[in-house]
């Protein structure tokens, strides 16, 4: 697709999506987020795509936030409509599927923190900053925020990071859990490609059954999702990728998975 504010690139089975609104810190209006639906969806319909990295362009800014001129401008209904709309999105970004990274540049703030939450996985440059000072503005996070970083930290980091705004370092971010690696800037996106290497050797149902597992289990107690987890087992048992992963297994070579 054609895309104002995004640049998508391909290397093999990796897709690099970037966020092109350095002027403004690669803010995210309602035209760039109704881009990213877009190429979500195309990502996840092209079974040629294996991993997508997410980042944004220049050396300054992941995602400095979303665009204050639209949420000021929002009435309650509004900014409800607002909130859903973007929860949408980033919904749509944390289960297509395949691994996300998002690597994280510089700051991510606000939607830009609430963006890499969504994502699968987090790498961070040493110079990224994240927060989600929504609060300083009189508001709380609406693009899921609340709810993913608490899954992520824990209830009580979540907490004060979300009810005093402050702004959390990539030391920081990788002590508590916030991110997976923290890497020099000139290594951000090759940390990123060396994650998801391993995972395009592997069965590609496998992975996104996991990952669904993994997501879904989260909101269930551990015998739902143990259950949940035995029924996705049993799928994907029935699969020819389990077949032949077995066979190649005993058969001492290297699997030859199909995505079938």
Request: aromatic share 4%.
């Amino acid at each position: 697709m054609e895309a104002k504010h995004l640049v998508v690139d391909r290397t093999g089975r990796t897709a690099v999506v970037r966020i092109n609104r350095p002027k403004v810190l690669n803010a995210l209006n309602k035209e760039t987020m109704n881009e990213l639906r877009e190429v979500f969806l195309e990502m996840r319909r092209d079974s040629s795509v294996g991993g997508v990295i997410v980042t944004g362009e220049g050396d300054r800014a992941f995602v400095a936030g979303a665009d204050i001129n639209e949420i000021a401008a929002l009435d309650a209904e509004g900014a409800r409509a607002f909130s859903l709309s973007g929860q949408h999105v980033f919904g749509l970004i944390e289960k297509i599927g395949k691994p996300v990274i998002a690597a994280v540049n510089g700051f991510a703030l606000g939607g830009g923190c609430e963006l890499a939450l969504a994502c699968t996985m987090r790498v961070a440059s040493e110079k990224a900053v994240f927060g989600l000072p929504e609060v300083t503005l009189g508001v709380i996070p609406g693009y899921g925020g609340t709810q993913r970083l608490a899954r992520l930290v824990g209830k009580g980091i979540a907490s004060e990071i979300v009810t005093t705004g402050r702004k959390v370092l990539a030391d920081e971010a990788l002590r508590i859990g916030l991110v997976n690696r923290v890497v020099p800037p000139e290594k951000l996106i090759e940390a990123c490609e060396e994650i998801l290497e391993p995972i395009y050797k592997v069965g590609p149902i496998a992975v996104r059954f996991a990952l669904e597992a993994i997501h879904h289990g989260l909101d269930m107690t551990l015998e739902e999702g143990s259950a949940y987890e035995a029924a996705l087992f049993g799928l994907v048992c029935g699969t020819e990728d389990a077949e032949e992963g077995c066979r190649a297994f005993l058969e001492k070579r290297k699997a030859e998975f199909r995505g079938k």
